[in-house]
């Protein structure tokens, strides 16, 4: 886990792991932190592809802890195969 500068807020989201583009879900969240609409911000699938895609709709098995660690919009994100995940604004 990569390590938050002194003064750093942390912010954390749930996500439905079921849902149909999860990815969609870590753009909005993104776009609510920097007080933005989705369509003033990048296009996730330019930063991680599939990626989140994948992690939610064929999970290893939860023994495996996987998580997804990117940077986007500002922000480093980690999201968990749980549906968990962190938003940490970056410099």
Do not use: C, W
């Not at 390590?3 to 753009?27: L, M, N, S, Y």
């Not at 933005?36 to 930063?47: P, Q, S, V």
């Amino acid at each position: 886990m990569a390590e938050v500068p002194d003064g750093e807020q942390i912010v954390h989201r749930e996500f439905d792991t079921d849902q149909d583009d999860p990815a969609t879900a870590v753009a909005e969240a993104v776009a609510d932190l920097r007080g933005e609409a989705t369509t003033d911000i990048a296009t996730m699938y330019e930063t991680v592809d599939h990626m989140i895609d994948h992690l939610f709709s064929t999970p290893p098995s939860k023994d495996a802890q996987v998580q997804v660690e990117f940077t986007f919009e500002g922000y480093r994100i980690t999201v968990d195969q749980d549906g968990n995940a962190r938003f940490v604004a970056v410099n």
